[in-house]
């Protein structure tokens, strides 16, 4: 074992292989709040690449509601249970990463897994924590809570599959940090499967080998965002690089949300894998649920968020999510406007910031009938 | 102790060791004039005119040949190890004609673990050979740099997937989950792309994976290792062989051509050499390096 530097943990920690960062990381943000777990993701996903026979319960996008949706079956739960106390001492992680509680034999502490936990994605969908109390639902804030979270590949810094894989199958391409498995050289020996905390890594019976998100690089190489981004319906997500925080730019979008804002967590940050798929936590939620999942930065991001609407970078930068097909690697803010750039500066795409509010009188003389704000 | 004990004891230890003598006298004329012998030391390969019973486990001609049995252990020298043992024994027998040498190998499995799934892989059993002839033997597990291994490598869902395409029984999805009801998949769209599409949606195919096995060329695939983690598929593919399951035990034929060549090495008659084997449980999910495999063990073919 090496020791690497994990900037998500504040510390240094075990990783099979020595620090290698890429030239550039995919990093992607995603606004809980916005999702209606509509699932236009994971068809885009599935359609474009997992249709094909020993595909289909293969998910390399999926949506789950938590608290109780889960796919693969329970794959928070069993993860979080075998990794024992996880306490944060501040910024910094006091318990153990999955690279750091390895039993014997092993490289990574992993998880089994089996078909059965394949074939329920729906588990738990749209169920709240308890029941509502009599007018429980009438009264704000709500008593109980739920929210969807949307998963793909985090194309971790030290994933976990890579470094499980005993025939170094899968590999971090150096020019954006995308985690892909080699179909040619992959002999199925269900390793990553059972290594990625996140169990995002498929086995496929037809071919006897596993299978993994490829972030859609053929688009990210043509300055494309991949299919669950472009497809998404809420605007939730936005692609673009992320940084190590000594290297954060300003005018980096993903940069600015995840290090100079704060306001993007990674997902169990604690498994110590460095995930690259940030999340604005949901900001009706329980604190000491969140905290377990994004780590301690969830009550100033969920304070950042809840000022966004008053702070014209931050609201400009939502603007920008979902507005462009195109990546985003820069932006600004000119007047009442957000603005994308490309990788030269050039402008990509304008949105206005605070969309405009019209007010109409419920009665229209034109027409003479009554308004509706049925939408 | 006085001295008339002492007679006795010399006595009746004299008539011991005549007994001890005259049993094991007995054993050794029992065990040549009963074929075949069990043979501790080394597997013995009788030769034989003909065809062999290469891919016949129960063919009487198994007779013939003595039985080595070999003891296995679990892979524990790099991660993955195999963290609890598994089948622990397999009974080896080989018979050659001069041109090619067929091991059998007999094992204790209680289930027939054929298509891989999550968390089940394929039973499977391999013979290595060190490349080089000799006494300078590489490392048994997997070989070293500049001291390779060759290895004949059967795999129980290579033969299923040929016994099903012969048996018209579907792929392996619909063998696997029978109930398994499919709306559509986009390669159904269009016929005459079909084959194309249907490729393009099976990744592994499509990059020409050698485990992608085509139903009918052979469950047994000849590779070639130099140390862990980086076999690869040999450039000549001379293995031949076949499983029987019955009764909580494979029977497997796995056959190899004495003449390799320079891609796979000679094995000689009258010279002694070596192998090793290796034995995965489906069921334990054994795959890879998660496996159970003996040291080195003598082979010898003999020349009638």
């Not at chain 1, 944060?88 to 990574?108: C, H, I, M, N, Q």
């Not at chain 1, 793909?152 to 890579?162: D, E, V």
Request: net charge positive; proline share 8%; aromatic share 10%.
């Amino acid at each position: 074992m090496a020791r690497v530097y994990n900037w998500q943990i504040g510390r240094s920690m075990d990783y099979w292989y020595s620090e290698n960062r890429p030239k550039r990381q995919f990093g992607a943000v995603f606004d809980i709040n916005k999702c209606i777990e509509c699932q236009t993701c994971t068809l885009a996903c599935k359609t474009t690449w997992t249709s094909g026979r020993g595909q289909e319960y293969m998910l390399w996008n999926n949506v789950e509601t938590k608290p109780y949706g889960s796919y693969p079956l329970a794959w928070d739960m069993q993860i979080l249970n075998r990794l024992g106390p996880q306490t944060w001492d501040g910024a910094r992680y006091a318990g153990r990463t999955v690279f750091e509680s390895v039993p014997k034999g092993l490289r990574v502490l992993n998880t089994p897994r089996q078909d059965i936990d394949y074939a329920y994605p729906n588990v738990g969908e749209d169920e709240i924590l308890g029941e509502v109390e009599r007018g429980g639902a009438l009264s704000l804030p709500q008593q109980m809570w739920m929210f969807y979270l949307a998963r793909i590949c985090n194309h971790c810094t030290y994933p976990a599959c890579l470094a499980s894989c005993p025939r170094s199958s899968i590999y971090k391409r150096p020019e954006d940090g995308i985690v892909v498995l080699d179909q040619s050289r992959c002999r199925g020996y269900q390793e990553c499967v059972k290594a990625c905390p996140y169990g995002k890594v498929y086995f496929n019976p037809a071919t006897g080998t596993s299978e993994k998100c490829i972030a859609c690089y053929p688009k990210i190489e043509q300055g494309i965002q991949p299919q669950c981004f472009v497809n998404c319906i809420g605007k939730i997500r936005l692609q673009g690089w992320i940084n190590p925080p000594e290297k954060a730019r300003e005018d980096n979008p993903v940069d600015y949300l995840v290090h100079v804002r704060k306001i993007a967590l990674p997902l169990y940050p604690q498994f110590g894998l460095e995930p690259n798929v940030y999340y604005v936590p949901p900001i009706h939620v329980p604190e000491s649920f969140t905290h377990q999942m994004f780590g301690p930065g969830v009550p100033a991001a969920v304070a950042a968020y809840r000022n966004a609407k008053n702070d014209k970078t931050l609201a400009g930068l939502f603007a920008l999510f979902g507005s462009t097909e195109r990546t985003i690697p820069y932006f600004k803010i000119v007047g009442d406007y957000a603005v994308a750039l490309d990788e030269t500066k050039k402008e990509i795409m304008r949105v206005p910031i605070y969309e405009p509010v019209f007010v109409r009188p419920e009665h229209d003389r034109l027409y003479q009938v009554m308004r509706s704000n049925t939408t | 102790m006085d001295i008339v004990k002492a007679e006795d004891w010399m006595r009746s230890s004299q008539v011991k060791t005549r007994f001890l003598c005259t049993a094991i006298a007995l054993v050794w004329i029992a065990s040549c004039s009963r074929q075949p012998a069990h043979d501790a030391e080394q597997i013995v390969a009788p030769r034989m005119a003909g065809s062999l019973p290469t891919e016949d486990p129960t063919s009487g001609l198994w007779k013939q040949a003595p039985e080595y049995s070999a003891t296995l252990l679990k892979q524990d020298v790099t991660e993955p190890m195999l963290t609890e043992a598994g089948v622990d024994r397999v009974k080896v027998r080989a018979l050659h004609n001069g041109e090619w040498v067929v091991f059998r190998l007999e094992w204790n499995d209680p289930t027939q673990d054929l298509i891989p799934r999550p968390g089940h892989s394929s039973d499977a059993a391999a013979i290595q050979f060190p490349f080089q002839p000799g006494d300078q033997l590489p490392d048994h597990a997997m070989g070293e740099k500049g001291k390779g291994v060759r290895i004949w490598y059967w795999k129980a869902v290579w033969q299923d997937d040929t016994a099903r395409a012969q048996a018209k029984g579907g792929d392996r999805i619909a063998s696997l989950y029978p109930n398994a009801a499919i709306d559509h998949y986009p390669f159904q769209a269009n016929e005459s792309a079909r084959a194309e599409m249907e490729k393009r949606y099976a990744p592994a195919r499509a990059a020409e994976n050698p485990i992608t096995v085509v139903p009918g060329s052979g469950p047994v695939q000849v590779l070639v290792a130099e140390g862990f983690g980086n076999t690869r598929v040999a450039p000549a593919q001379t293995g031949r062989g076949k499983g029987q399951w019955e009764n909580g035990k494979w029977m497997t034929t796995i056959a190899r051509p004495l003449a390799g060549g320079a891609e796979l090495g000679d094995l000689v008659a009258g010279k002694r050499s070596y192998l090793a084997l290796a034995i995965w449980d489906g069921a334990k999910s054994d795959a890879g390096s998660r496996k159970m495999r003996s040291t080195w063990v003598p082979l010898v073919l003999r020349t009638q």
